[in-house]
C-alpha cells in the first residue's frame, strides 16, 4: 500500500527539522560531496563558520587545498585521498586550520562517511564540520604551560622524581636522568633503587617511602647517604611526600632530592682541620701560659730593700692587670746602688702577644742598658735605639712609651726622663702636682726613631711625699656618656688619700676607675706602681 506523499514529505520534513534542531545545540553543520562533482553542499552552521556566502564557499576537499594551513596541509592531503581511494576507509576524520573568508584561520573538526559503489569507489561523502577553535587553543595553553613545566623541572638544579605503590620511578626530570648516570628521564621509567644502590641505602630508603603511602605523612630536609653498587658515596638532602590522584587516593610518593656531596666531605675536612686546630691549640695555650707565668712571676718579683740613709727611706707598691693572658705594660724597680734606685714604667703599643713580644725585648734590653742608669736620658736613649733596631730590620711599626727615673737618696735627688708617657702625680709640701706633662720635658716613643734625644729633669727629693707612676689604661676609662677618667680625676683621689697607706691608696685608685667606666671593666692593661719617701723623726 502507498503511503501518502503529503504524508512522508511531512516525516522527513520533521526529521529534517529535528536534524538541524541536534545539529545547532551540538554547534554541528553538516557537508555532502558528490564525488563526481565539483560543487559541494554546506549547511547554514558551516558557511558561518567560513565566514562566507554559499556562492563563494570554497570547495575545502579538492586538491591543492588552498584554504588548509601549511601545517595541517600533509595529513589533511593524505586523509582525503585514503577517502577517495577505491576500497579505502568508511569514515574522513581530520582536524585542521582553515583560512576563513576575513582571512583568519580557524579549527574544524572535519568528519564523514564514504558511501561507496560496491566496486568499493567513492561516490559520496557526508558528514559534520565544528569550530573547534576555543579547544584548540585551550590545549595549546595547556600544552605550553606543561612544556614551561616540564622545563622548569628538567632545569633545577634538583633531582625531582615521582615512584609507584612499589617505589619503583615513574618520572625523573633530567637532573634525575644525570644523577643516576642517563641521559634522560624517560630511561629510570620502571628502575627501583635497589638497581643503584647498595642494601645499607635502599632498603632504609623504601621503608622510608612505604612509611610514607601508610601514613600520608611527608619526610622533609632528611640527609640521606648514598652509596652506589660501584663504590661511589654521595650525599643528598631529600624530601619525599605522599604522591595522591584526583580523589586524594595515594598513587605513590614523589620527592625533591639536593646534592650536597661537597658540602658535607668539606664539612669533614672542616672538623677535621678543626681538631688539628684545636691540638695546636692548646699547644699554644700552654706556650701562653708559660709565657703568663714568667710574666706574671717577673711582676710581682718584689721590690729592692731600702734602708733608712741620710734620715730617708722608701716604701714601693704596685698593682699590675693585664686585660688579657699577656700584657704590654710592665714596670721596674732597680737598685742602682745603696743610695740609688731606678724605677721605670712602660706601655707598649696594644696587647696580646705582639706586644708581649716587645715587653720580652725591652727587658733584655735593660740588661744591656745597666751601666747608664744613673743617667735617665741616656738609658731611655740606650732602649730606644735597640728597640728601633729590632724593629727595622723585621720591618715592624711597633713602639713603646716610658718613663724613667732615679732617685738618689744621698744627693736628695730625683732626676727623670719622659719617652712619650703620662707624667707621674706628686704629692708634697708643695701639693700636687703632675710633672713631665709639658712637651719640652718629653721625647718620642720608644722605637719610633732611632738616634732621638730625650730631655733630663730634676726634682729635690724634699718635694716628694709621694709619686705614683701609670700607665694609660687608667686615663682611657670610659663612663656611660664617653668620657675619659683623665689625670684630673686621679689627682683628686691621689690628693684626697694623701694621709692613706700607699697600699690602701693604689686599691683606691683602681676601685674608682671601675666604678667610673661603663662596663665595671679595663678596657687596656693597667699599670700602677707607688713611691713612698719617708723621713726619720
Known amino acids: 500500500m502507498n503511503e501518502d506523499?503529503?504524508?512522508?514529505?511531512?516525516?522527513?520534513?520533521?526529521?529534517?527539522?529535528?536534524?538541524?534542531?541536534?545539529?545547532?545545540?551540538?554547534?554541528?553543520?553538516?557537508?555532502?560531496?558528490?564525488?563526481?562533482?565539483?560543487?559541494?553542499?554546506?549547511?547554514?552552521?558551516?558557511?558561518?563558520?567560513?565566514?562566507?556566502?554559499?556562492?563563494?564557499?570554497?570547495?575545502?576537499?579538492?586538491?591543492?587545498?588552498?584554504?588548509?594551513?601549511p601545517e595541517e596541509l600533509p595529513a589533511f592531503e593524505r586523509a582525503v585521498k585514503n577517502a577517495l581511494q577505491d576500497g579505502g576507509p568508511e569514515t574522513l576524520a581530520v582536524d585542521a586550520r582553515v583560512r576563513t573568508g576575513g582571512g583568519d584561520w580557524r579549527w574544524l573538526r572535519i568528519r564523514g562517511t564514504i558511501v561507496r559503489s560496491r566496486e568499493g569507489k567513492a561516490i559520496r561523502i557526508a558528514g559534520s564540520m565544528i569550530n573547534i577553535s576555543l579547544r584548540k587553543a585551550a590545549e595549546a595553553q595547556i600544552e605550553e604551560e606543561r612544556f614551561l613545566l616540564r622545563q622548569l623541572i628538567d632545569h633545577v638544579p634538583l633531582q625531582i622524581y615521582f615512584k609507584d605503590l612499589d617505589s619503583k620511578i615513574t618520572m625523573a626530570n633530567q637532573r634525575m636522568a644525570e644523577w643516576m648516570g642517563f641521559s634522560k628521564g624517560s630511561e629510570l621509567t620502571g628502575k627501583h633503587d635497589r638497581d643503584f644502590f647498595d642494601p645499607d641505602h635502599w632498603q632504609p630508603a623504601a621503608a622510608d617511602e612505604r612509611r610514607i603511602i601508610k601514613s600520608g605523612d611527608a619526610i622533609i630536609d632528611q640527609l640521606e647517604r648514598e652509596t652506589r653498587s660501584h663504590g661511589e658515596e654521595t650525599w643528598v638532602i631529600t624530601s619525599k611526600f605522599p604522591w595522591r590522584d584526583r580523589q586524594g587516593r595515594i598513587k605513590g610518593t614523589f620527592g625533591v632530592s639536593s646534592d650536597v656531596t661537597k658540602l658535607v666531605k668539606a664539612e669533614r675536612e672542616a672538623t677535621d682541620l678543626a681538631n688539628q686546630l684545636q691540638l695546636q691549640n692548646e699547644a699554644y695555650e700552654e706556650e701562653l701560659m708559660l709565657a703568663r707565668e714568667i710574666q706574671q712571676a717577673l711582676a710581682v718579683e718584689g721590690f729592692p730593700a731600702s734602708t733608712a740613709t741620710h734620715l730617708?727611706?722608701?716604701?714601693?707598691?704596685?698593682?699590675?692587670?693585664?686585660?688579657?693572658?699577656?700584657?704590654g705594660d710592665f714596670f721596674e724597680v732597680m737598685k742602682i746602688n745603696e743610695d740609688c734606685f731606678g724605677v721605670l714604667i712602660c706601655d707598649v703599643m696594644g696587647h696580646?702577644?705582639?706586644?708581649?713580644?716587645?715587653?720580652?725585648?725591652?727587658?733584655?734590653?735593660?740588661?744591656?742598658?745597666?751601666?747608664?742608669?744613673h743617667e735617665p736620658s741616656l738609658f731611655l736613649q740606650g732602649l730606644n735605639d735597640g728597640l728601633a733596631a729590632i724593629l727595622e730590620r723585621s720591618r715592624t711599626t711597633m713602639f713603646a712609651t716610658a718613663f724613667f727615673g732615679v732617685i738618689d737618696l744621698t744627693a736628695g735627688t730625683f732626676k727623670y726622663s719622659c719617652a712619650g708617657h703620662p707624667g707621674p702625680i706628686v704629692t708634697g709640701p708643695n701639693g700636687i702636682r703632675q710633672i713631665a706633662c709639658e712637651r719640652a720635658e718629653k721625647g718620642p716613643g720608644l722605637g719610633l726613631i732611632r738616634g732621638a734625644v730625650y730631655p733630663c729633669n730634676q726634682l729635690n727629693l724634699a718635694e716628694i711625699d709621694r709619686m705614683i707612676l701609670f700607665t694609660d689604661g687608667v686615663l682611657e676609662a670610659e663612663n656611660q656618656s664617653g668620657e675619659p677618667f683623665f689625670e684630673k680625676r686621679l689627682m683628686e683621689i691621689i690628693d684626697r688619700h694623701a694621709t692613706t697607706p700607699l697600699e690602701n691608696l693604689l686599691d683606691g685608685i683602681l676601685s674608682s676607675v671601675l666604678a667610673f667606666s661603663e662596663g665595671q671593666h679595663f678596657d687596656d692593661d693597667v699599670c700602677l706602681l707607688g713611691i713612698e719617701v719617708s723621713r726619720s723623726a
Open 5 to 69: 506523499p503529503e504524508l512522508v514529505e511531512q516525516r522527513n520534513s520533521l526529521k529534517l527539522e529535528r536534524l538541524e534542531l541536534a545539529l545547532r545545540a551540538s554547534n554541528e553543520g553538516i557537508w555532502d560531496w558528490q564525488t563526481d562533482q565539483r560543487e559541494i553542499f554546506y549547511s547554514r552552521r558551516i558557511l558561518e563558520f567560513l565566514e562566507c556566502g554559499k556562492d563563494h564557499a570554497p570547495h575545502l576537499f579538492l586538491a591543492p587545498f588552498p584554504q588548509i594551513h
Open 312 to 327: 730617708r727611706h722608701l716604701n714601693f707598691g704596685a698593682r699590675y692587670i693585664p686585660i688579657s693572658g699577656l700584657a
Open 352 to 373: 696580646g702577644v705582639r706586644s708581649a713580644l716587645i715587653v720580652a725585648m725591652l727587658r733584655g734590653l735593660l740588661e744591656k742598658q745597666r751601666a747608664q742608669t
